[in-house]
């Protein structure tokens, strides 16, 4: 959230609150109804959701809550059965959106403006003051807030401590830049008498999430500011994917480019020293007796930004019952859902309070950094057709990146494509 986004907000809550008359309506304790609500499919969603679920029903006991759980991976996917899901029986009443899907939605009018909910209610305006204002930014579309946030994630560079003990490199620094960075995946990285690596310095990420991080700390993306054109033939998007070929075929410090495969599995079996991941891979760290890790910002080339990809609950504007909705949607994302989410770790909590308490930043070293990151990061341009940039961006990258394919027939394509979807968009 900018400045004046922020003094508006803050503004327009102190005047509600002074004005008794426009406080939000409070469904009766007895009402019946049914809430249908679409989420993903994670071991972990499903378990918040119970949880909230039963916090529910001890004010709203004739209340039914019916969720539909489906699977993000990819995310495009998960956004196009959500967009299929308009309109029939099970039409859903709250939907959780992350940024990827914002200007989907945003541009058909699928959820609602949360603002007036949080602005005529107490419990509202308390749950915002616990958020890093900047998060907000990820679920905006326009001028127009329909979420609240439930969950957030980034990406950092996570390292093996011991590997870089025995390569006498020191801890990386938190604003260590891409000449650095490969001086550091050169020297961790090991071959045997035969030439054939035994470890990899660095993994490069097979998702765009993961690699999305490269190009914004370039200075650069696949579209425009605007979201509405191509921006591959941009100088500076070339030279961060050359820059990331080069790892993989010149420098020899990364293995094989592999789609949807961000490197945690090799990380935790000792074969590569660096990856880049989210927050959700610490618990498999801590099940396998991993400990000798640490995290670190991700190296700059222009710029030190992070990446910033945030959930969130929405009404939509179909719902009958709004205001019992923004009921269950604030059993969704309030304190409860942030410290069981905290335990969890899983992804981000929302609630500063949860993400930076002393537990919670106990492991990895350096964790501050993942809620550190909050107030420099920036969200990946998320047009209305999200999916389809998203799979034709990924199809063209790993044609490149597995060495199918020269750098100047990369973009030419890439951009003919591109150009071509963004030109049939609805906005």
């Known amino acids: ?39 993903p499919a994670t071991d972990t969603d499903i378990q918040l959701t119970e949880a909230a ?13 019916n969720p539909q759980y489906v699977p993000t991976n990819p995310w495009g996917e998960y956004i196009n059965q959500m967009m299929n899901s308009l309109g029939g029986n099970s039409s859903p ?12 939605l945003g541009s058909r009018n699928v959820v609602r403006d949360i603002m007036p909910f ?11 003051e616990g958020i890093e204002p900047n998060l907000l930014n990820g679920l905006r579309y326009g001028e127009m807030l329909g ?72 200075g650069t993306d696949r579209l425009t500011p605007d979201g509405r054109e191509s921006n591959v033939r941009d100088p500076a998007f070339r030279e ?49 007796g991993f400990d000798t890790v640490a995290v670190q910002y991700f190296p700059r080339k222009t710029d030190q930004v992070a990446i910033m990809g945030v959930g969130g609950f929405g009404i939509t504007e179909a719902s009958q019952n709004p205001e019992l909705a923004w009921e269950f949607v604030k059993e969704l994302t309030g304190t409860e859902n942030s410290e069981a989410l905290a335990d969890l770790m899983r992804a981000l909590p929302p609630q500063r309070a949860a993400a930076t308490s002393a537990e919670y930043v106990a492991f990895p070293a350096n964790s501050e950094i993942f809620y550190g990151s909050a107030p420099i990061a920036r969200s990946i341009t998320q047009p209305p057709n999200f999916a389809e940039v998203e799979a034709i961006v990924m199809r063209h990258i790993e044609a490149y990146l597995t060495g199918n394919r020269e750098i100047d027939e990369t973009i030419d394509a890439l951009d003919t494509e591109l150009s071509r979807a963004m030109s049939r968009v609805r906005w």
């Not at 009443?93 to 899907?101: L, Y």
């Not at 599995?265 to 801590?286: K, L, N």
């Open 240 to 288: 961060t994917l050359e820059f990331l070929h080069s790892l993989i075929f010149e420098h020899k410090v990364s293995p094989t480019f592999v789609r949807n495969d961000y490197g945690h599995g090799p990380f935790i079996a000792g074969q590569v020293a660096m990856f880049s991941g989210t927050h959700g891979r610490i618990p498999e760290m801590i099940s396998a």
């Open 118 to 128: 949080v602005e005529g209610d107490p419990e509202g305006q308390a749950l915002f």
């Open 1 to 39: 959230m900018d400045r004046r986004h922020f003094l508006i907000l803050s503004s327009t809550i102190a005047l509600v609150a002074g004005v008794p008359g426009l406080a939000l309506a409070q469904p009766a304790s007895d009402i019946t109804a049914t809430l249908n609500v679409f989420r």
């Open 93 to 104: 009443d709250i939907v959780m959106m992350a940024t990827e899907g914002v200007s989907t």
């Open 53 to 65: 679920m039963a916090r529910f029903a001890e004010r709203y006991p004739n209340v039914t809550i």
């Open 147 to 218: 979420y609240v946030p439930n969950e957030w994630n980034t990406v950092v560079n996570y390292y093996n401590t011991a590997m870089f003990e025995e390569a006498g490199l020191e801890t990386p620094p938190a604003d260590w830049d891409w000449d650095q960075f490969l001086e550091t995946a050169k020297a961790l990285t090991k071959t045997d008498a035969s030439g054939n690596v035994t470890q990899y310095g660095y993994f490069v990420p097979g998702g765009q999430f993961g690699l999305n991080p490269w190009f914004l700390n370039n």
